[in-house]
């Protein structure tokens, strides 16, 4: 038998018998956890900036940030230098004069994904946030946890 054809049927003997078997498998990491409830898109947040200070909880990085709230939409100053993120709708919901917001921001060029959850209360602003990049090799995620208070929004450019 010639050894193209030896090769060709040990192969096929191996395969057949799951013997030899490839894992491209990546295990995915969830995005970050947003609470449930009665969320909505009033908009209760148009006209709001707030210049928030953060740490990358895995690194211990220090972040500055601005987000920003505009006709039913969130963006926030960093994303989208990094990754033209644009706007994306937010949700609401208001608990006890505390107004919960939550959006998720897609980048259009990369697998990157960043979750928003926040607070606010009267002019500050608390937020959790996770920032997952998804590639069928490995999934990377950064937590951040923010806090900061309202600016003009003439002040931040967006």
């Known amino acids: 038998m010639p050894q193209i054809l030896q090769i060709v049927a040990i192969a096929a003997a191996t395969l ?10 990546n295990e995915d990491i969830p995005d970050l956890a947003v609470p449930e409830g009665d ?12 210049r928030i200070y953060g740490e990358d909880l895995s690194s211990g ?19 989208e230098q990094y990754c033209n993120f644009g706007w994306s ?6 608990i006890d004069g505390v107004i919960h917001f939550t959006t998720t921001a897609i ?24 920032w997952t990049t998804r590639r ?14 309202a600016t003009r929004s003439e002040a931040v450019s967006g």
Request: charge should be negative; proline fraction near 4%.
């Open 16 to 25: 057949s018998t799951g013997a030899a078997t490839l894992s491209v498998m």
């Open 89 to 94: 709708d937010y949700q609401t919901k208001e």
């Open 39 to 50: 969320w909505t898109a009033t908009g209760a947040l148009d006209g709001f900036a707030f």
């Open 61 to 79: 990085a220090e972040l500055e940030d601005d987000i920003i709230f505009r006709d039913g939409t969130f963006q926030s100053t960093d994303c």
């Open 107 to 130: 980048c259009p060029d990369a697998p990157h994904t960043v979750v928003w959850y926040g607070t606010v209360t009267g002019d500050d602003v608390a937020i959790d946030v996770t």
């Open 136 to 149: 069928w090799y490995w999934t990377n995620q950064i937590p951040i946890r923010a806090v900061g208070t």
